[in-house]
DNA sequence: CGAAGGCTTGAGACCGCTCAAGACCCGTGG
DNA sequence: CCACGGGTCTTGAGCGGTCTCAAGCCTTCG
């Protein structure tokens, strides 16, 4: 997840390396599928697709993270989900017809591989395991909707951040918020100032302490037991 | 989605016609699934599988309707989806480790066809439109979640309650609600009160009519005018 | 007819949102 | 080195939509 934070150098070297895409495949398979793809970068801040589109592609995140958001007025925007390398996305290439739901930006320099939908299913049907990664990529990311959709019936706003900082990796009893705390507030469902006085309240029961994106967790276990 | 909703009469016939997960596969291809997959009758109300179980088999659902919901205390659920005829699910059992997170309850009499986990993987390879079925039923129900918090997030209550509205097939100027207002209310992430107060206030002002189950929509300009 | 479950209606409270201003952070350039 | 400026975050005050709790109603079914 976190792992490729800071891929600035691992960009530099080939990308199939650092992908976990590629776990459990021949190495003739890896370069035929890397042929039929079309590896792409992105800059930070630049959109790779938008809401409305329609999707004529389907994407493996080679490096980097990408942001799923779909706008909502003017500067405004609902954050679906932070992608990280090894992501499969695009996966409405797959239902013909059917229009790009989100907005897929880039938040960090990003490689990324994109498959024409015809070479899609030819290489679902010629490497099974491409297809498999596929279905778990996928399966992944629709329990992690599952999870924020529980998450957000079910919990207050400040049990949301408890979570979330819980669910980060962290050194010690050290973790960072790894984006800008408006996307995060707005991938939990909150505003930002909401987001913000959550954080403080959990600071001021002295459970964390909060310096710009660094977050220290005093007490992971009170903290767990917010969540009941 | 909700062709099948009076398929009393369908079951009785051969499950494999009713189902939509077949198309464009050959008949020894469906033969071998049926063969291979254990076909299994589920009466009104009863689980299929239920939240933090271990998941053991994928499902494809031949007939009736599915409720996947999240237990949220005493009495209470979060509806996550209605599942229909051809839809694939227990998507988990392709993560190896991972447990259930929702339940899955019978909302009528249903025929689910089941695989276990091994024969899951070979039947994807062996049949790669099975494996083909399998994402794109996937990602339809992705992007229903998509939609979901979408409208969770951007629309109020009464907005929801129309679109859902709009979205439901209707006859003429007339539709009916699938299941239980509860449920639906809990679908759209609402109270049961917050679900019937919303459809009053439409009524009351002349967009539709509501007698029990059965809605009359007056106006639908009117009513997808109100979604902005 | 009676009971049970589902739905509706009402009154009140509360959590998170909105709007607005001020503080902070950090990269930039003088 | 410091002053500047834009963007981000924080803080405050007030509002409002939705939830909660509690009756009462309606339909269904035994």
Redesign the pocket.
């Known amino acids: 997840m976190a792992l490729a934070a800071d891929s600035q150098e691992a960009r530099t070297h080939d990308a199939r390396i650092a992908s976990p895409l590629w776990m459990g495949m021949a190495c003739t398979e890896q370069a035929w599928l890397m042929s039929i793809g079309q590896q792409v970068h992105l800059p930070r801040g630049d959109f790779l697709f938008r809401r409305g589109a329609s999707c004529t592609k389907g994407y493996v995140l080679l490096s980097g993270h990408i942001k799923l958001s779909i706008p909502a007025g003017p500067g405004q925007e609902k954050v679906i989900e932070f992608l990280g390398a090894g992501d499969v996305f695009g996966e409405s290439v797959l239902l013909p017809g059917h229009h790009l739901i989100a907005d897929a930006q880039a938040l960090e320099p990003c490689d990324v591989l994109s498959f024409e939908r015809h070479d899609l299913q030819a290489a679902m049907v010629r490497v099974p395991s491409f297809a498999q990664k596929w279905l778990t990529s996928l399966t992944k990311r629709f329990e992690g909707l599952l999870r924020d959709i529980e998450s957000a019936s079910l919990l ?3 049990q949301r951040v408890a979570q979330y900082l819980l669910r980060q990796p962290r050194i010690g009893n050290q973790t960072k918020l790894p984006f ?3 996307a995060i507030a707005s991938k939990l ?12 309240q959990l600071a001021a029961d002295g459970l964390i302490s ?4 660094r977050v220290v967790i005093h007490d992971p276990v009170r903290l767990q037991s917010l969540l009941v």
């Not at 909060?210 to 994106?213: A, E, P």
């Open positions: 207050s706003a400040t800008h705390k408006r469902g909150l505003q930002p100032e909401t987001f913000s006085r959550s954080l403080q909060v310096r710009g994106s």
